[in-house]
Each structure stands twice: as structure tokens, then as C-alpha cells.
């Protein structure tokens, strides 16, 4: 770990100033200490956003609900309105790390963490993520956890979070300040990038940018689910997960919603795949179809090939799971 | 007085069975259980002298090559760095279980991707943990490094005398009615203790102590002597508590030499403790194995014929290869026999003893070619083993000097509700999941090592016992404080017993599931000795007295033991050696696996449901430690059926998964229920104590019982460990389901 500066914000305008000079933003900590004593990253300097008043959850105007970028995933997945209205919310942060770093990790943090790929984690490593322009040694290396959607020849990484891969199903958004006083909202699908030639980029996100929060809007269906497949039955990042929600209206399908996670730089959502579903009656050949269409643009690294029949059988699972009366 | 004995032969008396205190065998806590759920028992970082500086290993970065040098200056200038050591008497590779003398030295020559090559001192541990990562090596990579068995160019070894062969059994093959020809391969492990390697050296003049995570100190002193070129006399090894070993810590690793090095150069203690990415690229590994099993059978499903051909892999020069087939020789019948053993030499981090080492994957990939075997034949499984059970050694024809593999197997059948398994595979469901029941057979040799204990009783009736023996999770303390406690007459809280410190008499160390019996037999020799010399102050003969409650009891007298001792303490040491027993008779220990499995139908997911092990070990010294080792055994299989498998890197070797969150050990939420008995046994071949070891063998084909109830569950055979959900999926697929 090297030297770095330390300072408390007391307020907004601290943070986002502070940060704005260069400082990096600490919240838990969950990820971002790890990758400090690894020095996998080196901040010089670090802002504490804890004493900011970010941690509430809030009913927002015509239905949803404003979580605050400091609500713990603790807190957020035990919240009763969490719990009733968005109860795949709440399965995906219980299916995420462990019950001490959720109680640590924060909404915001959570949105932010970095990749798994071993080969960012070892600074011996070419990495473009780490060190840009280095090159991807996970390429033509170990690739069990790798992308199938959306990679470049930069970088074949995925997204760790379970959280972010619901809200983007959820349709949830990303409040953020800037340090000229503006606020923006953005969906999670124009908040992430794709790694493109510049994987070291990962949202949009620009120095002095403060994510104050993130916005739920009402619930779009009552049938939702959470399912997270991974190496074993605890502690481990999803190798697939499918994140649905959707109603069954007059026997057919409405406003389905399904985001992936463990397959791309970004929660992967299709929209192909959606407008294939919606209004139609559910039918196993219907989701088989679906499930076709997914992962008929798979790019697979070799060690990831398996996650296509995963994704693929497990989309139909889910589907089967949100439509059985 | 020193009391000696060597195994040649049975042991006549059963003289635990005299004894009058009841406390061997029972369930008692470990003495030493209320200070490590406290945190106050001293781990090797939790003694830090004052004024003491941090050492931090640094890694290269290269499959193979030279070290030409490092960019010291540059490191030496960042704040509260001391020292950046290269020096020739630094281990490349930890050294190999009981090597007593220095493993291969010099860090300049580069064997694997993640060598400790240098060490950077300061005064914080992350000032030195930085100064390690910022350290600029100079590297001569050489060409043609080979970092995997397969790879093209790889040098492989065929050592004669570790192949054997007697029958014909390409004709046994021919003839049989039912046959198993298959290859199956299991992937590196880790031995992922829970508590990393770390030493803390400081000298005193001339005298080194060491206070490390050691499992074998009396070999470790020797081996650090030897790599320092000093006399063993000056070096002390101080180890009371060790987090677990698992075969990691059998051996001087590299940061004991590099700790006493930079202590002495700098005139301070150092500290050097490594990271778990360290501990998992510069320790050691279980290596991969490659077997090739053949099962020769005949209409009844008794073998005719068994071959077991392995290929391990360990660096050029390492003298450790994988003992894969170690019991295939005699866990079952079949007078046609091939065994084989290959070594591929590459670069990669040193091979060396896990858990069980041999039988841990051997006897797992025969238990799942035996279950293939048994449904080729439609016999039930735990009845084809029952069919195989020899009568005698079927290699070396020597008879056993306990075998309980049948009771262990219809015991376990029984009380696992086995009749209920169906047969035919894929039959039973429970919503998304496919359940299914599956066994195996454990066996692991069984060793005795030499060591010595010393017991003294004090003239006010509590005794201490010493040794330099450790207790690494294991339960030595307990035990060594219930067998002198027990011979002694005394209660538990009157004996103490002290371990992990080379100033003590040396035991055997911990390793090969042979500590209990080893120092046990050392500490019960000299009990023996003190018991005599109580019957001559008391006037008795050995027979004649009892030891019980701190009082001495012949014929209508019962007098306390203070009183007998009139002031005087009695010290006496034993002494325990392996001799002529091992070749009269075969050792070994026994049991059986039941394991239920629901494997998910979407996914491929296996959750292990319930698991059954039956256990004989002779006698059982502890009840409660002895069961807590079968469960972490079978937790391992567990591991080592579904997730446990370190990735090398193809192009360059180093390990990629090198922590706990992609290295994917069991968490509880992947160990179900499992239930451990201990089956009623005494083996007068191994010691006097009759018991044997137990401490690995609850690994020691636990996995095979879980593949094998994934193939009950779903039909779907996985040769290739760990079970992982897509080798399943592959299956599942294939099957159109």
C-alpha cells in the first residue's frame, strides 16, 4: 500500500471538490482497500464520504424509492419496502458477498466496485483496465470468468455486482452530482460503459462527480426473481445470473425485464429479447426462443463457453419460474 | 531414565485397559480450547518482540530464468526501509516433509513464476510490503520453460522402483467379463491453512530463536541450521500454536531463512510474514495427477486384475512426487497387477505433501473407477467392494494387522438408509433437483515415527508433559493430557502439557496422521517408567497397582500420591521408534464413505445434501477431536469433489487464482450434515497404545462418494475433478436433458 492522504468530507461540496482534485472516494471500503494493499490501485489520496447524510431511504414522488448512495447493502436488502416491492432487489444483494462486507459495502460503493478478473488483481500482469495500454493477458489465459457480451480485444472482463444487475432490470437509476452544481440521472445502461479501447474507463462518471443516490421507480411488475449460479453455494461471483421481472396479464406476458450478470463489462440487458416476450403467451418454445436469441451474439474466450447453455437454460428457468401461475 | 521402544512385534498387554482414571477415549474439550476461542493463544505473529522490523517477500515474475540482480537503491530511499536482501542461503522451494537439512537454495536461479527472489525490510510492515511491490528485478527469462505436464518438450521420469507389476494383466483385461479402462485426472491443490506462513527470527549472539507455523520443528530446526550453515544447537523453533498445516508447513519455508537473515544483518527481530497470495504461489502444491485405472473382473464382480498409472508433476530436482497408488496395492483382491508412476518436471511452484498425500486423490479416482465397475456389473457398490476385501497383503502377502473395511461398509450402509438408493441413475426428483446416493471406501496407511516425550511428575501430584511435538487444529494437547492423565491417575486439570519448542525432548512432529500414535506412545513409555518407580517407593508389584484420582491403590492400601513422592519428583522420558512391525504386518486405517447429492437440472449445480462416514482407527484417544478431524477430512472431499482447483496460467505457469475468493474452498453453506462414527477397534501391531492415526483419513476417498451420487443422481460420470456444474452441464446436455 502506498502513502496516501486521508480527509474526511464534511460535506457534499467537500467531497466532489476534493475529489475533483484527484482524490478517490471512499465509502466501505470493501473493494478498495483490497485493491490498495495489492496496489492494484495507488490513490494518492482518499475522500471519507461516511459522515455524509446519504444513507437514507426515501419514498419517492409517484411511487419508487430514493436510496441513498450510503445505504449498506445490509440495510437495503432488509428494508420492508425493499423487501415487498422489489423483492429481487433484495435476493440480489443476500446473494452477494458476505453478511460482514454488506454490512460495510454501500449502495454507491456497490455500483462502483471493480472486476474479478484475475489478471487485473495481479499487478505482474498486462492489464488495460489496471494499466492502460498494456495489453489483456486474460485473453488466451484463464477465462472461466469472462465476458460473453459486449468485450473488446482490450479487455474481456465482467461486472462483478449482483446489485447493479437487478437495478438494471429494475430500470433504476443513478443520481449524481457535479461539481457545477448540476444533477443527473442516469439508467445503469447509460451509467457503464463498454471497454471498448479504453477498459480503464468504466462509467461515466467524471473527477468531482458525487453519486448521491439511486432512484427506483415503481415497480413495474409483481413476479420477480433473482437468480444467481455460481462455483459454490456462498461467497463466490456469479458466473451467470438472470434478473427478471415481469406480469402475466390475460395469459400473456407484459413489461418483461431481464438483466444478466457474470456475462458482460455491464449488467447485460437485451431489449431484443424483451420485445420477443412481451404480449406473447408463455410457452416453452417461447422461452426456448428467447433464450436463442440471448446468446446468439455470444462471443465465448474458450474457458467461459459453458456460461452460453448456463445462460441459456437458466434464462428458461427463470422464465418458467416468473410465468407459472 | 529414558524408556524405550521399538515396534517389532505385537504389543501383549492392552495396559490402557488397566488403567482406572476413565478419561482416554472420552470426549473431552481441548485444554488449550478456551484460549484460542479467546484469541489469546500466541499464533506465530502474535509474539512480536519490541523494536522488531517487517520483512515482505518479492515475487518473480518469470517461468524460468536468472536473477541478475535488483534495483536496491531505489527501494532502500522509501521511508522506513531498511534493507533489500538477496542472498544465496534463501530458499527457492520450502523443503519436503522430514528432510531435516536445507531444501534448494539461492534465489538468483529462477524455477517458477512466483519464487521469492528478494526481501525488503522496513519498518512497518506496509512500508516493507510496498517496498517488495515496487522492487525492480533484473530477470534473465531462459527459453523453454515447461509450465504444464502437457506441454510439449515436458521431461517426464519413470523411476524404476516405483513401478510394479506381477500377473498378466492385458490378459486379465481380455478375459474379464466386466472391465474398467479409463482415464481420470485430478487438478492442483492448496493446503489453504487457515493461518499464512510466518517467522519471526532474533538472535542472541550466535543464537537464533524462531518463532514460526510449523508442523515437524525438530526436522524444521535442523533444516534452517542447515540452510544457514550453523549448528541446530543454536537455533530454537518456538511453535505452541499453529493454525493449520495440512502438509504446507512441514518443511523450513522461505520466509524463516529470509527472517533469520535479515535479523541477523540488521541486528533487530524480523518479522516476515507472507500473504495468502504468497503462501498459495510460494509454498507448495498438491500437484495434478493424471491415472489411468483398469479393473479386471469377473462374473461376480471379484477383481482380477487392477492397474493404476499415474503421472504427477514437481520442479526438475524435487525429490517429493505425488505417492497416487500408494494403497491400490492392497485395499482389494485381484492377483493381476500393474502400478505406475510418472513425473513431469516443470516450472511450476513446488510440489509437495496435502493432506493424505496418495491416497487423498488415489484412492478417490479407484473409488469412482470401482463404482463405474459396479455399474457395468449391476452389482450394488457396497457390496462389489465387499466381494473385494483380501484375505491377506495381496502384494507384499503379509497378513493386516486390523481391518475393519467390511463392518465399516455395512455399518455405514445401514445407517445411511443405502437400501433406499436406486440403482438405475436419474430416477429421483425433488422440483429442479435431481437426487442421488453415492459411497466409497477410505484407506490410509498407517505410520509410526520416532519420538520422544518427557513426563515428570511433581512431588505435590500434577505432572508435565514435554514435547517438542505441535498441535496444528489437530488435538495433541488433549490427547497427550489424557493418556499421561490416565496412566498417571491423575484429574485432567493436574496435567499439563507443553508443545512447539525445540528445547524440549523432539517428538515426531505432526504429519502423516502419525503424531497421536507416535507421541502418544512416547509419553505413555515414560508414564510406564514413573509408574515403576511409584510401585518401588510403594512396595508393589506393576500389576498390582492402581492410579487413581492422585491416590496409589495396592491390595487394602490407598495412599496419595504426594505422600508416596516424600518431597521427590519423578521425570522419566520415552522414546517410541518404528521397527520390524511394518514389514510382519500391514498397517492400515479403514472406513467408508455414503454421501446424498442434489445436482440442479438447469444449472448443473451439485449440493451435497448429507454425508455418513464410518471410521476404525484402532483405539480412539478422543471421541471429540478425533470425530472434529473426520469432519474436516470429509469437508476437503467436499472441496476436492466440486470446487477446490488452482488454475496455472498456460503461458507462464503462475497461479491465478491465488486467494480465498477464486481459490473456492467449502463454505458452510456447502457442507450439509454429516454424521461421523467411530468404529470400536485395537491394532496391537502399532502400538502400545493400539490406536492408529486418523487425521487423514476422513480425505481419503470422500470425494468419490460424492461424484459417485452425481452419477446415482443424474447418470452423468465426471472423470475430471472437481465436479464443477459445467462438466455436469456438459453431461446433462449430452443426455438432452
Known amino acids: 500500500m502506498r502513502p496516501f492522504e486521508f480527509t474526511r468530507a464534511e460535506s457534499a461540496a467537500d467531497a466532489m471538490r476534493l475529489a475533483g482534485d484527484g482524490a478517490t472516494i471512499i465509502a466501505g471500503g470493501t473493494n478498495l482497500l483490497d485493491l490498495m494493499k495489492l496496489e492494484v490501485m495507488a490513490p494518492q489520496a482518499l475522500v471519507d464520504i461516511n459522515r455524509l447524510d446519504l444513507g437514507d431511504i426515501d419514498e419517492a414522488e409517484g411511487g419508487g424509492l430514493r436510496i441513498g448512495a450510503l445505504v449498506r447493502n445490509s440495510d437495503l436488502a432488509a428494508d420492508r419496502r425493499v423487501r415487498d416491492a422489489y423483492p429481487m432487489l433484495a435476493e440480489a444483494l443476500l446473494a452477494g458477498a458476505s453478511g460482514q462486507l454488506r454490512n460495510k459495502a454501500t449502495t454507491g460503493g456497490n455500483l462502483l466496485q471493480r472486476t474479478r478478473c484475475y489478471y487485473y488483481y495481479d499487478t505482474a500482469m498486462p492489464c488495460n483496465k489496471r494499466e492502460p495500454g498494456s495489453g489483456c493477458q486474460a485473453i488466451g489465459g484463464i477465462t472461466r470468468l469472462h465476458a460473453l457480451f459486449g468485450a473488446s480485444e482490450h479487455c474481456i472482463a465482467t461486472h462483478p455486482s449482483d446489485m447493479a444487475v437487478a437495478l438494471r432490470a429494475l430500470d433504476a437509476r443513478v443520481e449524481i452530482q457535479s461539481q457545477d452544481g448540476v444533477t443527473r440521472m442516469l439508467p445503469l445502461g447509460d451509467f457503464y460503459r463498454l471497454p471498448g479501447d479504453t477498459p480503464h474507463i468504466e462509467t461515466v462518471l467524471v473527477p468531482g462527480d458525487l453519486i448521491t443516490a439511486v432512484l427506483l421507480p415503481a415497480p413495474a411488475g409483481a413476479r420477480q426473481t433473482y437468480r444467481k449460479v455460481r462455483d459454490r453455494a456462498s461467497y463466490a461471483f456469479a458466473l451467470v445470473s438472470v434478473a427478471g421481472v415481469l406480469d402475466v396479464e390475460d395469459g400473456r406476458i407484459v413489461r418483461p425485464a431481464l438483466a444478466f450478470g457474470g456475462v458482460g463489462h455491464m449488467p447485460w440487458r437485451n431489449p431484443e429479447v424483451e420485445a420477443l416476450l412481451e404480449g406473447e403467451a408463455p410457452s416453452v418454445d417461447l422461452f426456448a426462443e428467447a433464450a436463442a436469441r440471448l446468446v446468439a451474439e455470444a462471443e465465448p474466450q474458450g474457458g467461459n463457453a459453458f456460461k452460453i447453455p448456463l445462460l441459456r437454460r437458466t434464462l428458461q428457468a427463470v422464465l418458467r419460474e416468473l410465468t407459472e401461475a | ?737
Open chain 2, 1 to 737: 531414565m529414558t524408556v524405550h521402544i521399538r515396534m517389532d512385534d505385537r504389543v501383549e498387554a492392552d495396559r490402557l485397559e488397566d488403567m482406572a482414571q476413565g478419561v482416554v477415549g472420552k470426549p473431552l474439550d481441548r485444554p488449550d480450547g478456551a484460549r484460542k476461542a479467546s484469541g489469546t493463544a500466541a499464533y506465530a505473529m502474535d509474539s512480536l518482540p519490541d523494536g522488531a522490523c517487517f520483512g515482505v517477500l518479492a515475487r518473480a515474475t518469470i517461468a524460468a530464468g536468472r536473477l541478475e540482480g535488483v534495483d536496491a537503491a531505489a527501494v532502500e530511499a522509501l521511508p522506513g526501509v531498511r534493507a533489500v536482501i538477496v542472498d544465496e542461503r534463501m530458499l527457492r522451494n520450502p523443503a519436503q516433509g522430514m528432510a531435516g537439512k536445507a531444501p534448494v537454495q539461492d534465489p538468483h536461479e529462477i524455477a517458477y513464476f512466483g519464487q521469492p527472489v528478494a526481501l525488503v525490510v522496513a519498518e512497518s510492515f506496509e512500508q516493507a510490503r510496498h517496498g517488495a511491490i515496487a522492487l525492480v528485478l533484473r530477470l534473465e527469462a531462459r527459453a523453454g520453460a515447461v509450465v504444464g505436464p502437457d506441454d510439449a518438450g515436458v521431461e517426464i521420469e519413470t523411476p524404476e522402483k516405483k513401478q510394479q507389476s506381477s500377473g498378466d494383466l492385458d490378459a486379465a483385461m481380455r478375459e474379464a467379463v466386466f472391465g474398467v479402462d479409463q482415464t481420470y485426472t485430478t487438478p492442483v491443490h492448496a493446503s489453504a491453512a487457515m493461518e499464512p506462513h510466518a517467522s519471526i527470527a532474533q538472535w542472541d549472539e550466535d543464537r537464533l530463536t524462531l518463532r514460526g507455523s510449523y508442523q515437524m520443528l525438530r526436522f524444521n530446526r535442523a533444516e534452517l541450521a542447515d540452510a544457514l550453515g550453523i549448528d541446530e544447537k543454536n537455533v530454537r523453533i518456538l511453535a505452541p500454536f499453529v493454525g493449520g498445516g495440512f502438509g504446507s508447513k512441514l518443511g523450513i519455508a522461505p520466509e524463516a531463512v529470509a527472517a533469520a537473515i535479515a535479523a541477523q544483518r540488521l541486528g533487530v527481530p524480523v518479522a516476515v510474514p507472507m500473504s495468502r497470495q504468497q503462501v498459495f504461489e510460494g509454498v507448495m502444491r498438491r500437484s495434478e495427477t493424471t491415472q489411468r485405472i483398469r479393473l479386471a473382473a469377473g462374473a461376480d464382480g471379484r477383481l482380477t486384475g487392477i492397474g493404476h498409472e499415474a503421472l504427477v508433476s514437481n520442479l526438475p530436482g524435487e525429490k517429493f512426487s505425488e505417492p497416487v497408488t500408494q494403497a491400490t496395492p492392497f485395499l482389494y483382491r485381484g492377483e493381476n497387477r500393474v502400478i505406475g508412476h510418472r513425473i513431469a518436471r516443470v516450472n511450476r511452484t513446488c510440489a509437495g505433501s496435502v493432506r493424505a498425500p496418495g491416497e487423498a486423490v488415489g484412492v478417490t479416482m479407484l473409488e469412482i473407477a470401482m463404482d463405474e465397475l459396479a455399474a457395468a456389473a449391476g452389482i450394488d457398490p457396497v457390496e462389489l467392494r465387499l466381494r473385494n476385501i483380501p484375505d491377506e497383503d495381496p502384494t507384499q502377502q503379509i497378513p493386516f494387522s486390523s481391518h475393519k473395511l467390511a463392518e465399516a461398509l455395512r455399518s455405514g450402509a445401514d445407517r445411511f438408509g443405502w437400501d433406499r438408493r436406486r440403482t438405475e441413475p436419474g430416477q429421483v426428483r425433488d422440483g429442479e433437483w435431481l437426487v442421488g446416493m453415492g459411497m466409497a471406501s477410505a484407506v490410509r496407511v498407517n505410520m509410526l515415527v520416532e519420538a520422544k516425550a518427557r513426563v515428570s511428575l511433581s512431588s505435590d501430584g500434577h505432572a508435565l508433559v514435554e514435547t517438542d511435538m505441535t498441535d496444528i487444529g489437530t488435538g495433541t494437547y488433549a490427547i497427550l493430557t489424557q493418556i499421561a492423565a490416565e496412566m498417571l491417575g491423575l484429574p485432567m486439570d493436574r496435567v499439563e502439557t507443553r508443545l512447539g519448542d525445540t528445547d524440549l525432548p523432539p517428538g515426531s512432529g505432526s504429519g502423516g496422521s502419525f503424531g497421536a500414535a507416535s507421541n502418544g506412545t512416547a509419553v505413555f513409555m515414560a508414564c510406564e517408567e514413573i509408574r515403576r518407580m511409584i510401585c518401588e517407593r510403594f512396595g508393589c508389584e506393576a500389576h498390582d497397582l492402581t492410579l487413581k484420582d492422585g491416590r496409589a491403590i495396592a491390595g487394602n492400601r490407598s495412599v496419595p500420591l504426594a505422600e508416596i513422592l516424600g518431597g521427590e519428583d519423578l521425570v522419566a522420558e520415552g522414546h517410541a521408534e518404528p521397527g520390524d512391525a511394518e514389514d510382519k504386518v500391514r498397517q492400515a486405517t479403514y472406513g467408508s464413505y455414503f454421501a446424498e447429492v442434489g445436482v440442479n437440472a438447469v444449472t448443473g449445480e451439485t449440493r451435497v445434501r448429507r454425508m455418513l462416514g464410518v471410521f476404525a482407527a484402532g483405539r480412539i484417544l478422543n471421541a471429540k477431536t478425533a470425530r472434529s478431524q473426520c469432519l474436516g477430512g470429509m469437508t476437503f472431499g467436499i472441496g476436492m469433489a466440486l470446487t477446490e482447483e488452482i488454475f496455472h496460467d498456460p503461458r507462464d505457469g503462475h497461479i491465478v487464482n491465488r486467494d480465498f475468493a477464486e481459490y473456492h474452498l467449502p463454505v458452510n453453506a456447502d457442507v450439509p450434515q454429516i454424521d461421523v462414527v467411530l468404529l470400536e477397534e485395537r491394532d496391537a501391531w502399532a502400538n502400545p497404545l493400539q490406536a492408529k492415526g486418523i487425521g487423514e483419513l476422513g480425505i481419503c476417498g470422500a470425494a468419490a462418494a460424492v461424484v459417485n451420487a452425481i452419477h446415482n443422481a443424474t447418470g452423468v460420470r465426471v472423470r475430471d475433478l472437481p465436479a464443477t456444474l459445467d462438466k455436469v452441464l456438459e453431461g446433462l446436455e449430452r443426455q438432452g436433458g
